[in-house]
């Protein structure tokens, strides 16, 4: 007998708090301090979430937000994911949550940019893909640091290393990233689909460019 509804009404009701979540990490960053433009992805993200809780709590949003959390259970095979942020709604299943992974992007260093694209596909994208994180939702999220502010650059890097890598993340032709539907008005912000195990329903990514606030000398 359940008293406090079934998984899937849980599961839906992620679905539901997903453009809350996203606004809320939107206006986070806005109140970023300025960051170095080969500023290190941890400090960034802790930083980020202290500014989310500070947020959430004055828009009284129905969730908790976890720095560092794990996965114990990911996908048959794959190992246990170390989540960089994760919302997760007050239902008793642990496994029910909304995912944010963070990666940098154009990082600067000795004058010259690299783009970390590659990095931001392998190392976060493909976590959702693989069912390291978030495999029992429908939903998930990343975040690019854009270090060099020109995030217009970023979307075009991180593109091209999505459909360059296509068929590992389970996209459909031509593996692009589509605007977004949840935040249409929103420039920065970017969805892909792709096919995971389960039951059958499509995945989402929610991508989100931030570009950082520049360091005065």
Request: proline residues 6%; hydrophobic residues 40%.
């Amino acid at each position: 007998m359940s008293h406090i509804g079934e998984p899937t009404e849980w599961i839906n009701f992620i679905d539901t708090m997903v453009p809350e979540i996203l606004e809320l990490i939107s206006a986070s960053w806005l109140t970023m301090p300025a960051l170095r433009s080969d500023a290190h992805e941890d400090p960034t993200t802790e930083e980020l979430c202290r500014l989310l809780r500070q947020n959430r709590g004055s828009a009284d949003l129905p969730f908790q937000i976890h720095i560092q959390m794990v996965e114990l259970d990911p996908e048959a095979g794959q190992d246990h994911g170390r989540m960089d942020i994760a919302f997760i709604p007050l239902v008793p299943r642990e496994d029910i949550y909304f995912c944010l992974e963070c990666k940098r992007l154009n990082v600067v260093r000795d004058g010259a940019v690299r783009p970390y694209a590659t990095e931001y596909v392998t190392h976060g994208m493909m976590r959702f893909v693989r069912g390291q994180y978030a495999k029992v939702v429908h939903h998930g999220g990343m975040l690019g640091y854009v270090l060099d502010r020109d995030v217009g650059q970023a979307i075009g890097n991180v593109s091209a290393a999505i459909q360059a890598r296509r068929i590992d993340l389970r996209m459909d032709a031509p593996g692009v990233l589509c605007p977004s539907t949840t935040r249409p008005y929103d420039p920065s912000a970017r969805e892909t689909l792709h096919q995971r195990s389960g039951d059958g329903r499509l995945f989402q990514i929610h991508h989100l460019f931030a570009a950082a606030a520049p360091a005065t000398a």
